[in-house]
């Protein structure tokens, strides 16, 4: 699945995130550096060392294009409780979470959680029904945590990176009831910048996330902005 899809994905310069663990953390790390893709790995450990040790020159390959993160001071062991604690930093860095396959308990499952949680899409491959290692994403799928993905193009649909970015003109503000302060940051954002996601409103505006969300509902309400899928926005 990884290797078809990368080619296609390509064309939109994602950063590929994943843990540089057995099975489709690696595989996902390999399929992005076939296919000329920057991919990050998210270690559950200290820099000095490489965990699997097998994935070392794989590693290496990565700082070529991507690199390798983590919060851990150098010294730090990959011990067992470190791989969830990881999971947090890449659910975060995400705009969106791709479940290839995972049982119903796991590193996986976790990180979906986290990503639900921090307001992250989240997507899962349906696999063949009675195998373990698919267990997870039907889950995921029948109670709604996640969209059925089975295409590049769904998953490119779905974050809104296909969405051309349209020409904004200077707004004029008078013709809107008089914004309050947290309005005239989001709007004056917009105006700069076209297209933005939540997450680069956020960190731009310095507004809290519940500030911002309910300032985007009630701009949007009153036809100022425009939802984009992706949890994208643009001035109306």
Sequence with gaps: VLNDWMPTLKAYDPLIVSGLAYGIDIAAHRAALENGLATAAVLAHGLDR???????????????????????????????????QRNRIVAGLCEGLLV???????????????????????????????????????DLIRLNKAQLCDSPEHLVRSLGWGEAKKEVKAIQQQVFRELNPE???VVSFLENSGTASFDVILRQTS??????SNTLLMLEMEGIITALSGKRYLLS
């Excluded at 700082?63 to 067992?80: A, E, F, K, V």
């Excluded at 990180?111 to 029904?129: G, Y």
């Excluded at 507004?207 to 911002?212: A, D, E, I, K, S």
């Design 50 to 84: 490489i965990y699997p040790a097998a994935h070392k020159g794989t590693a290496k390959e990565m700082l070529q294009n991507g690199g390798l993160i983590t919060d851990y001071m150098s010294g730090t062991n990959p011990d067992r409780e470190n791989f969830p």
């Design 207 to 212: 507004l809290t996330m519940n500030q911002l």
């Design 183 to 185: 309005e005239e940051k």
């Design 100 to 138: 290839v396959e995972t049982a119903k308990k796991g590193g996986s499952m976790i990180s979906c959680e986290l990503a639900i949680s921090n307001n992250r899409e989240v997507f899962a491959v349906p696999n063949a029904i009675g195998s373990p290692r698919s267990e997870g994403c039907h």
